[in-house]
């Protein structure tokens, strides 16, 4: 059975430094993998996903993700942070061709920057 | 370009009283999905449409019906509400995986709904 896991129901960060938001995932195959942001009283909003390829992904917002194989894992980055980036982040993982009414949704990490 | 619209944003309800959850996209996507989202439980998949014609079960489909009306709406519908139903529903549309589309969701603003 597939699973993703965020292990961290908050993160803290002052602005202008990196930030990293966690997530490991088990899954058969070869995963899809993606990363969603919501901001308060909005929807789900799509940041990027890594399918094949290069294992450093770049998304929105200046956001990038490295996919690790041998420690499956799937961690979110930025160099530097906004206090716009104050949102609630998902991690998701779907194993390879299946349908996306497969994909499997961690519970979320809450990322706070302060200014 | 709307992308995914739902309705209402918020609704009271009381306890045995029915509702219906509108969603709309105007993308031309196939799949079409409702999600809840519980605090500290993420997402969970209450039903989906594969495509038009077609619903399926998801992980929490018991209290709940679903209608495909075409190839763009796609509603929820509480026959018999209770207090567990109090939950932020999310509607949400995507390519089929098979069909050049890699999966992604597109997810609309949210119906926050409370059962008393």
């Known amino acids: ?53 290069d294992n450093l992904v770049k998304g929105s917002y200046g956001f990038e993700a490295e996919f690790n194989k041998s420690q499956t894992s799937f961690h979110l980055k930025k160099p530097s942070a906004l206090v716009s980036d104050s949102a609630l982040y998902f991690c998701a993982v779907r194993a390879p061709y299946s349908s996306a009414s497969k994909i499997i949704f961690g519970s979320g990490t809450r990322l706070s920057i302060r200014p | 370009n709307a992308g995914v619209t739902q309705t209402p944003k918020f609704q009271v309800l009381k306890t045995g009283q029915s509702m219906t959850l509108q969603c709309a996209q105007d993308m031309n996507h196939n799949s079409m999905y409702w999600y809840r989202q519980d605090p500290g439980m993420g997402l969970r998949l209450i039903y989906y449409s594969a495509s038009e014609g077609t619903t399926d079960k998801g992980e929490v489909p018991n209290g709940y019906n679903v209608s495909r009306l075409n190839k763009r709406e796609f509603s929820l519908r509480l026959e018999s509400a209770a207090p567990s139903q109090t939950s932020v529903y999310f509607c949400a549309s995507s390519e089929a995986p098979f069909e050049g589309g890699q999966g992604e969701l597109f997810f609309g603003e949210g119906s926050r709904l409370t059962v008393l």
């Open chain 1, 1 to 53: 059975a597939q699973s993703v896991a965020q292990p961290e129901d908050q993160v803290n960060v002052a602005e202008g430094n990196p930030l990293t938001v966690k997530c490991t995932y088990s899954v058969s195959g070869n995963p899809y993998l993606f990363w969603y942001v919501q901001y308060p009283n909005r929807g789900l909003q799509f940041l990027l996903k890594y399918i094949t390829g």
